[in-house]
């Protein structure tokens, strides 16, 4: 296995998620330059929203984080899962608080946008990131409403409005009276993760705590 690992390496090279530059053997998914400066928010930078308890990231959604996460949502960048996966797992693990859920699922896009597209990264990087976890995200909302993205939209009230009534619960008796972990790729408002929270909580979730790649400044 090790020949075997050596070999991939050779003819593909690991690279850095956020620079691309070739990875040292002891590198793990991010270069030494990276780790030292890229802009991590201190220590998760708790954000409350409402219906879901917090959210945290552990880096600002800006940068070379920025541009690894576009590419990573619409230039096919799948490669880069497992290492973000990895950076956000060692996140949620350093929260005591976050380690208590029972159950973990994304924020989906809409089947038409997935279909588009050709994958959901926010299904991409909760199973990559259950998987650093020794668990599995589950299929549990489904975005029946195809809205117009949030990115497009400035205003906070704007954004609430745009996903009212975007999101269902596939079966509530996946959440009932459990805590839910909710992942997707950015938060900025919060209106979205909001949204489906208060889907999961109306569907008889007893708590839900957020985590995401990345949050605004």
């Given at each position: 296995m090790k020949a075997l690992n050596s070999l991939l390496d050779l003819f593909f090279p690991r690279k850095c998620v956020f620079c691309r530059k070739i990875l040292h053997s002891a590198e793990l998914g991010w270069c030494e330059v990276c780790t030292e400066s890229l802009p991590y928010t201190e220590f998760g930078s708790k954000l409350e929203g409402d219906y879901f308890d917090f959210c945290i990231a552990p880096l600002f959604y800006k940068d070379i984080p920025r541009e690894a996460l576009l590419s990573f949502k619409f230039r096919n960048a799948?490669?880069?899962?497992?290492?973000?996966?990895?950076?956000?797992?060692?996140?949620?693990?350093?929260?005591?608080?976050?380690?208590?859920?029972?159950?973990?699922?994304?924020?989906?896009?809409?089947?038409?946008?997935?279909?588009?597209?050709?994958?959901?990264?926010?299904?991409?990087?909760?199973?990559?990131?259950?998987?650093?976890?020794?668990?599995?995200?589950?299929?549990?909302?489904?975005?029946?409403?195809?809205?117009?993205?949030?990115?497009?939209?400035?205003?906070?009230?704007?954004?609430?409005?745009?996903?009212?009534?975007?999101?269902?619960?596939?079966?509530?008796?996946?959440?009932?009276?459990?805590?839910?972990?909710?992942?997707?790729d950015i938060v900025t408002t919060g209106s979205t993760l909001s949204e489906c929270a208060k889907m999961l909580i109306e569907a008889g979730a007893r708590r839900v705590v957020c985590a995401t790649m990345c949050r605004g400044e």
């Amino acid at each position: 296995m090790k020949a075997l690992n050596s070999l991939l390496d050779l003819f593909f090279p690991r690279k850095c998620v956020f620079c691309r530059k070739i990875l040292h053997s002891a590198e793990l998914g991010w270069c030494e330059v990276c780790t030292e400066s890229l802009p991590y928010t201190e220590f998760g930078s708790k954000l409350e929203g409402d219906y879901f308890d917090f959210c945290i990231a552990p880096l600002f959604y800006k940068d070379i984080p920025r541009e690894a996460l576009l590419s990573f949502k619409f230039r096919n960048a799948l490669i880069n899962a497992d290492s973000l996966g990895k950076m956000l797992a060692e996140c949620i693990m350093e929260h005591p608080d976050m380690t208590e859920y029972d159950i973990i699922t994304w924020v989906p896009l809409s089947q038409k946008r997935k279909s588009a597209r050709g994958y959901d990264q926010a299904e991409q990087l909760a199973k990559a990131t259950a998987k650093q976890l020794n668990n599995e995200a589950v299929l549990v909302l489904e975005k029946s409403i195809d809205v117009k993205p949030q990115s497009e939209i400035s205003d906070r009230a704007d954004r609430r409005a745009n996903i009212d009534g975007a999101y269902d619960v596939i079966d509530p008796c996946l959440v009932t009276d459990k805590c839910v972990l909710l992942i997707d790729d950015i938060v900025t408002t919060g209106s979205t993760l909001s949204e489906c929270a208060k889907m999961l909580i109306e569907a008889g979730a007893r708590r839900v705590v957020c985590a995401t790649m990345c949050r605004g400044e």
